[in-house]
């Protein structure tokens, strides 16, 4: 199976998007995927980290990083989790400065 081929669940999405690092991590730990992703509003290939990003969940977002998730993967829409923390929810500066702290591609 190809990363990232397996849906998060609905509720994990929701948790990350309320920066819920508990919930999160549960359904990892409970064999769920890093990079597995999800589609919303017609873009498919979104990802927890870039959930987080959007969000501004920088512990969430330093959690999914350690355990291996992808930072430069991109979504449907050729986004990556980069341009979530820049251009969502008005852009979260500490969010982007962790991505590119780890290695985000800026193009």
């Known amino acids: 199976t190809a990363p990232g081929s397996e849906a998060v669940p609905k509720e994990v999405v929701l948790a990350a998007r309320r920066g819920e690092e508990a919930a999160v991590l549960a359904w990892l730990d409970g064999g769920g995927r890093v990079d597995a992703t999800f589609t919303r509003e017609g873009v498919s290939g979104i990802t927890l980290?870039?959930?987080?990003?959007?969000?501004?969940?920088?512990?969430?977002?330093?959690?999914?990083?350690?355990?291996?998730?992808?930072?430069?993967?991109?979504?449907?829409?050729?986004?990556?989790?980069?341009?979530?923390?820049?251009?969502?929810?008005?852009?979260?500066?500490?969010?982007?400065?962790?991505?590119?702290r780890r290695g985000a591609e800026i193009n």
């Open 49 to 100: 980290l870039m959930a987080a990003a959007a969000y501004g969940h920088e512990r969430l977002a330093a959690t999914l990083l350690q355990r291996g998730a992808s930072i430069n993967l991109r979504d449907s829409a050729g986004r990556a989790a980069l341009l979530y923390a820049a251009r969502y929810m008005y852009g979260h500066e500490r969010m982007v400065e962790l991505l590119l």
